[in-house]
């Protein structure tokens, strides 16, 4: 298994939709995980961490399942706005680097 | 107050030259870290400095490419000599004394192509 694997999409959904992304890790012992957002042609900016009890930011949350190991992010009331890359991002172990997955590519249509 | 700063943003240069491109991180940042981003291979970690001393530069591809933090204001990273297939965005970022956090501040990339 892939350090970090994304499904890249593209995932094209409606205004109003909810839509979710998985990404699964393969270090069992990474305690800290992260998405990041990507706009086109920008760098990478941080979304929201992903805690054990899992995390919720206005219309989005993360969630972590450590006994399959992925994380998930669920958009609910799609905005055009949020049309982007995510990008699932875990450390490669303990205290070290993070490891960035390809990303999904979510198009957000009118 | 600035965020990282990277330059050049765009460059285009000639296969065999020599590449330089330069870091500035956010003031008080303990740690510095180098990317490369194509569509291929995605976001690649080459090297990262913490303490301006490198740490890890098990991501660097080849002898061709080297990276500097002479001091805590600057980095560079070095192509020499270019080869077409370096061309790609390459990001640098910054974090916290905090260390791994999660938060990384990017610079907004420099663009490289090779010819």
């Known amino acids: 298994r892939k350090e970090v694997e994304q499904d890249p999409g593209p995932f094209n959904v409606p205004e109003g939709a909810t839509v979710a992304f998985n990404c699964t890790y393969s270090?069992?012992?990474?305690?800290?995980f992260f998405w990041y957002r990507q706009d086109c042609r920008k760098e990478p900016k941080l979304l929201m961490s992903?805690?054990?009890s899992g995390n919720e930011d206005g219309r989005f949350t993360a969630q972590l399942n450590r006994a399959s190991q992925y994380i998930s992010l669920l958009i609910r009331d799609s905005k055009l706005s949020d049309s982007a890359t995510y990008l699932c991002?875990?450390?490669?172990?303990?205290?070290?680097?993070?490891?960035f997955g390809k990303g999904t590519r979510l198009s957000v249509i009118a | 107050d600035a965020g990282v700063i990277q330059s050049p943003r765009h460059e285009v240069t000639e296969m065999g030259q020599e590449v330089t491109l330069r870091c500035k991180p956010i003031?008080?940042?303990?740690?510095l870290f180098w990317y490369r981003q194509t569509m291929m291979r995605g976001l690649e970690l080459l090297i990262y400095?913490?303490?301006?001393?490198?740490?890890?530069d098990s991501g660097m591809p080849e002898d061709r490419f080297s990276a500097k933090m002479p001091n805590a204001s600057f980095s560079t990273l070095k192509i020499q000599p270019s080869e077409p297939r370096d061309s790609a965005v390459y990001f640098c970022?910054?974090?916290?004394?905090?260390?791994?956090?999660?938060?990384?501040?990017f610079g907004e990339g420099s663009r490289l192509t090779v010819l």
């Open positions: 970022a910054s974090s916290s004394r905090q260390g791994f956090t999660g938060e990384l501040f």
């Open positions: 270090n069992s012992a990474s305690q800290s």
């Open positions: 992903v805690y054990s």
């Open positions: 991002v875990v450390p490669k172990g303990g205290n070290t680097p993070l490891v």
């Open positions: 003031s008080g940042h303990d740690y």
């Open positions: 400095f913490n303490n301006n001393v490198p740490i890890d």
